[in-house]
């Protein structure tokens, strides 16, 4: 079955990086654009950045552009999330998902979700 494993969150001061990987399996990995999410506490769940099934084309929110970078690694079936120059509103649990249509923002158009991994921003 399909499995997403996000890791990697933690405690971190503002100005801060973390990089979260995302294991999957159960599927074919490189035929799909990966994403990511976050959601903060009494948030809705918002788009954070995706990648398309080569690492080719990505997009990224307007809050997150120039300080966060996704990337993957087709042969270790991972999706990586780089954040940089991180603040506090970035504090939120973090949310890999496989895109069922390319390139997606919308959260309607992913289909399998890992668990999460809870990123704190300390300011």
């Not at 993957?72 to 939120?92: C, G, I, P």
Request: a positive charge.
């Amino acid at each position: 079955q399909v499995r997403l494993a996000e890791s990697g969150g933690g405690l971190v001061q503002a100005g801060g990086s973390l990089r979260l990987p995302c294991a999957a399996s159960g599927f074919t990995f490189s035929s799909f654009s990966m994403g990511w999410f976050r959601q903060a506490p009494g948030k809705e769940r918002e788009f954070v950045a995706v990648v398309n099934w080569n690492g080719g084309s990505t997009d990224y929110a307007d809050s997150v552009k120039d300080r966060f970078t996704i990337s993957r690694d087709n042969a270790k079936n991972t999706v990586y999330l780089q954040m940089n120059s991180l603040k506090a509103e970035d504090t939120a649990v973090y949310f890999c998902a496989r895109a069922a249509t390319h390139l997606a923002r919308s959260r309607y158009n992913y289909d399998y979700w890992g668990q999460g991994t809870q990123v704190t921003v300390s300011s």
